[in-house]
């Protein structure tokens, strides 16, 4: 696989600077990206390998926001072993030991010390994994340490009782540190977190994922986490395998894109390699990709 680029993708909304840096790249099963869609649909948009895998990114947004920096997801982090990075088709290093994050937000002119608030549209490995960073010496310490993080209360509740098949994508170290330094804070339902920036829930991936909603000097966009994980899941039905509610995923979507179409948002979507960021459109019949915003 080839690492998914521009690592820092910089447009302007409303009165803000925003920066979609590429955390890394990844390579899942098709199928399970895709659900009950037969790979006959779905690999005429998306080539897989031998292995049947298709390239996917990990797109984190950093806002230039007047209280300060504010950063939706952080990829999957430094602390994995190699075999996991194997197993999920994983490629993410950066430099000094670090992950391309870090090395997308040096490159927008920041440090991971400016950033003031994290929000994480939910907890799996692939979008809080970089919440903490493991040092040299096998301490694990948060990634941005003037941050506060935040989450809505029910997706930190179900990531600290997981069962026999949410297990593989919880891992405690991801936020267990910022819990103890007391900088990790938790929601209820859609809330303005900070002036123009609210959470929503938009359940089905897991049964509290939120997404986020920015609003700026007239223009509006959203962080789609992975109710739309990719512009190829536009189409209402087209849902992942991954999702524990598919039903409740086919609700979040139907509210969500058709809010957005109706009011012309950007979209931000976070896990495809190509397409970072586009405005939708309607035939009649589905949702589709009018243009890349």
Request: charged share 20%; glycine share 10%.
């Amino acid at each position: 696989m080839s690492f998914p680029h521009p690592l820092l993708d910089t447009r302007t909304l409303g009165r803000w600077r925003i920066h979609a840096i590429q955390a890394g790249g990844q390579q899942l099963d098709g199928g399970a990206m895709f659900g009950v869609v037969p790979k006959t649909l779905w690999s005429r948009r998306l080539a897989a390998d031998e292995k049947n895998r298709i390239p996917m990114g990990m797109r984190c947004l950093l806002i230039e926001h007047e209280d300060g920096l504010v950063l939706l997801d952080t990829g999957s982090g430094n602390k994995e072993t190699q075999k996991f990075h194997d197993i999920y088709g994983i490629e993410n290093a950066g430099a000094e030991g670090r992950t391309a994050l870090e090395d997308g937000i040096r490159a927008a002119g920041f440090t991971p010390e400016e950033v003031s608030l994290v929000i994480n549209t939910h907890l799996h490995f692939d979008h809080a994994g970089g919440n903490t960073w493991r040092t040299p010496s096998g301490e694990v310490l948060p990634t941005f340490p003037n941050a506060r993080y935040l989450v809505q209360a029910g997706e930190k509740a179900y990531a600290e009782h997981t069962n026999e098949r949410t297990a593989a994508s919880y891992f405690p170290p991801n936020w267990a540190p910022i819990v103890a330094s007391d900088r990790f804070d938790v929601i209820e339902g859609e809330r303005e977190i900070v002036s123009g920036i609210t959470v929503r829930p938009t359940p089905g991936h897991t049964p509290h994922h939120q997404s986020v909603i920015l609003r700026s000097g007239g223009e509006t966009a959203c962080f789609l986490g992975d109710v739309v994980p990719t512009s190829h899941h536009l189409a209402l039905p087209w849902i992942m395998g991954y999702d524990v509610e598919p039903l409740v995923t086919l609700e979040s979507k139907r509210a969500l894109l058709g809010e957005a179409l109706r009011e012309d948002w950007l979209l931000i979507f976070e896990h495809d390699a190509h397409v970072g960021f586009g405005r939708l459109a309607h035939d009649g019949k589905a949702y589709a990709l009018a243009d890349r915003g």
